[in-house]
């Protein structure tokens, strides 16, 4: 399905795909691109199987495919890579990397550009930001074909349920789910199924003692794995993770930063791009990561002066961040 975005006539009106829809079109042919598709959000997964696609088509064609980093792009760089011929007079597809980094001179050469596209050029544009972040997000997206590339309710477990049937894998009952709601995103999930496909027989049947195994892998505390139940899990899993953590004798200040953390990687996804563990599988609103982080400083505030005990620090995270959450 495709949305159209903006309102008035004769305005330009933006495009919202699907992740799914998105990649079927990257895979596809030049002719039937739009000259901009702008993909926005945290999940590095989803980015990543659009740049994937986007070579994968370009390939196809034998179009010309050319990476650019945001945060290093400069304007005349650019100008020259959206000017030039193809040296094999086709198409060409350029992916820059970090859109969002990009400077002000940059964004004005694209937007320029914008304007009266040249023929036979296709950019794709990623960012972990989301588009109502940044003044310039949100002006591009109404204006091109934006792929949000955030997981949202059991689209995370849609996508999982569709990585392991593309590495083969026949695995019983709730094994996917399970593993699943155990990893902290969709590239830590394809990294463990990639564990048991190397296990796997010609069929895609893993051996009993590759998932018992893995288990028993998963059955021990996690404070990463008791932030992401806390913040985005249900009840029952913030109680498990939070009775796992007691009792193997985890630190509750282990468990208060690694909240800590998760709340930080919402608020500046940037900074902390190189901790996957601290982005929250279930996406955490602005607003909401600062009331997080207030409890952890009252948390934080109340152990300094004596007023909780270390081990009751994960006990009373879950309640008064989960009822800031939840309500």
Known sequence: MVRAQGEGAGKPRGAVVTPREA???????????????LAAGSDDFLREKLVRACRAGAESEGAEFQRLEGDALQAETLAGALGTLSL???TRRIWIREASKMGGGVE??????????????????????EVDELKFLGALAARVTTVPCAVRGREGLTWAEIIAEEEG??????????????????????????????????????????????????????????AQAVLGGSAAQARAE???????????????????????????????????????????????????????YRADRALKRGEIRDAELADALVQSVRQILHG
């Open 88 to 90: 094999f007079g086709g």
């Open 23 to 37: 990649e079927k079109m990257l895979r596809g042919p030049s002719a039937g691109l739009p000259p901009i598709v």
């Open 169 to 226: 894998l026949k695995l019983p009952g709730r094994t996917v789910e399970v593993m699943f709601r155990a990893t902290p995103d969709l590239l830590s999930f394809r990294q463990e199924i990639r564990k048991l496909a190397a296990h796997a027989d010609t069929e895609g049947r893993v051996p009993a003692q590759a998932l018992e195994s893995l288990r028993e892998a998963r059955a021990g505390a996690s404070v990463e794995r008791w």
């Open 108 to 129: 004005e050469t694209l937007l320029a550009w914008m304007e009266d596209p040249g023929e036979g050029v296709f950019l794709l544009l990623t960012t972990s930001r």
């Open 242 to 296: 939070t009775e796992a953590l007691a009792r193997e004798g985890v630190a509750g200040t282990s468990a208060l930063w690694a909240l800590a953390e998760c709340a930080f990687g919402a608020l500046e996804p940037q900074s902390f791009f190189y901790r996957r563990a601290a982005r929250p599988a279930a996406p955490l609103q602005p607003g909401k990561a600062r009331a997080v982080l207030d409890q952890v």
